[in-house]
């Protein structure tokens, strides 16, 4: 039985990537080659600026997409905000700043809040593949008060779940970050109670189908893939969870896919 539960363990640690699928930032050593993640970038970019977007919600594919959960396909999501920026030769102009939240890399089980740029934000992408929500345009300028104000850090709690409950406020993801800030922005308000109670009542999270033995070793070998603020169920926020509230709620303008061949629909 020792040896079987050994097996068992060694067995589901060689499939942890799975469950750092949902809200994870994968900060880390880039995968694609940095001429390649640099040229996408500045596409997104152009067609962002193209589409009149002051704000969009970017996600990329941070992993490969055979070993993510079911209903799972972007790995991390941020604010791209059409902003003044500072180029690496001392030059000015306007480009988008990528504000997010990313696990530190000493400590899992905890976040930092981030803006970097386009091309840092893609460095972590197993593949060129990008998801987009372009707000309506009333709920753009809400976000970018929103984004702009003292709110945005408040709302931010730096104890990290890959698998955080959306419903409560005892971890966070970059995701859950996320939708926080599109409640308050549609709400006006910076009320984390209030913010988690309109979640609960108009949100629904994706459901990541974990067996008892599994969520038992997750936690077990690393603190930022505990469940312990779930239920029976297990549910988070992802990237398709966010597009369909917004698409259900018409919030969105344009909801879409970016690979380096086409821009397509979802």
């Known amino acids: 039985m020792t040896r079987l539960f050994s097996f068992i363990c060694m067995i589901f640690l060689t499939l942890l990537p799975s469950f750092a699928a949902a809200g994870s930032s994968e900060a880390g050593n880039p995968k694609l080659p940095q001429a390649d993640v640099a040229a996408f970038a500045n596409r997104v970019q152009q067609d962002l600026a193209a589409r009149g977007a002051n704000v969009a919600i970017v996600a990329r594919m941070g992993r ?23 180029r690496a030769d001392g030059s000015t102009g306007r480009g988008y700043q990528v504000y997010n939240l990313y696990q530190t890399p000493n400590d899992q089980s905890r976040s930092n809040l981030v803006q970097d740029t386009p091309a840092d934000f893609l460095a972590g992408a197993h593949r ?15 976000l970018l008060k929103v984004i702009a104000s003292p709110t945005y850090s408040a709302l931010h709690n730096p104890s990290y779940s890959v698998l955080s409950n959306p419903n409560t406020d005892q971890f966070q993801n970059c995701t ?15 009320s984390k109670p209030q913010i988690k109670a309109n979640i609960a009542a108009y949100f629904q999270p994706q459901q990541i189908r974990v067996g008892g033995i ?11 893939m505990t469940t312990e603020d779930h239920g029976p169920k297990v549910a988070t926020a992802t990237f398709g969870s966010i597009s369909r509230f917004m698409s259900a709620h018409k919030l969105a303008s344009e909801i879409y896919r970016i690979t380096p061949g086409k821009v397509v629909g979802f």
């Open 176 to 190: 859950e970050h996320t939708l926080d800030i599109i409640m308050a922005s549609i709400y006006g308000t910076k």
């Open 128 to 142: 060129l593949d990008v998801g987009v929500i372009i707000p309506d345009v009333r709920l753009q300028r809400k």
């Open 214 to 224: 599994k969520r038992f070793l997750a936690s077990a070998s690393s603190k930022a």
């Open 64 to 86: 490969d997409p055979a070993i993510l959960p079911p209903g799972v396909q972007y790995t991390h999501v941020g604010f791209w905000v059409f902003s003044n920026i500072k």
